[in-house]
């Protein structure tokens, strides 16, 4: 729950804070809690997962990490659900879970994740665009915003779009690999539609770890539908990234990935999952 402050302030301060307000398009919330996180040194820069997206493709789908747990490291992240239940979409500190009908439900805290990533969303770059971007435009839009390809970035990108395309996977029943639960996921496409993409730019040498490059999945402005991002064409959109220099992995203590093998180059199966095909 947030606190509402009541204070004074001198006016060349006040001054200086309309304008950051007018050039960064943060609210004066969101700027308080920036500026008070930093003096404060409570900020938090840290990208937060569990397990490692090659054992997500090994199909170790149960995890031991509660969406309580989750909602601990982060409030702005994805990932998914145990027996890859569902796209997981964490907005705001809500969780949302993105059922292979294409709908979207808040989950309860209870339900645990196979692999999820989150940070405490804290904006240090903004953009605008109103160019008609597919995901490939939007990806290199993106990568010339990156500072380092090196480094993690969280992306927010809010707005309108004239077409999304998403896939969602479904619960499994029997063991698979990744790539055939993906192959079996049921595609949607929305058109003239307001939401948020929701994601993270991770560096190419972490690829055996997390989903490399960029990875996003859409949540509708409605909060009624969503997946994981296959296609784009950007309408009138904001993009903000968070770059997070420090990264906390907390594995699974549970029997299957004590015991999968994950000395396996398994790019070429990941890529094939993650894209659109
Ligand atoms: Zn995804």
Known sequence: MNHILHCAIAPHLKTALDLHQRTSGLSLSEILEQALSQYLEVGEETLFQTSTINAL???VYRGDLTVAELKEHGDFGLGTFNDLDGEMVV???????LRS?????????????PFATVTVWNQDIFAKSQDPLTYDQLQNHLSRLLPSENMFYAIRIEGTFKQIKTRTVSRQTEPT???DAAAQ????????IGGTLVGFWVPLYMQTVNVPGFHLHFLSKDLSVGGHLLDCLTDDITIALDETP????????????RSVDLTKDTRHELEAAEQDR
């Open 246 to 257: 420090f990264t906390q992995i907390a594995l699974p203590d549970t029997s299957a990935f």
């Open 185 to 192: 996921a049921t595609i949607y496409t929305f058109n003239n």
């Open 177 to 179: 690999r990744l790539i």
């Open 91 to 97: 907005l705001d500190g809500q969780v949302y879970q």
């Open 101 to 113: 009908d294409g709908t979207a439900h808040v989950v309860e805290d209870g339900i645990k994740t």
């Open 57 to 59: 493709v090994e199909g």
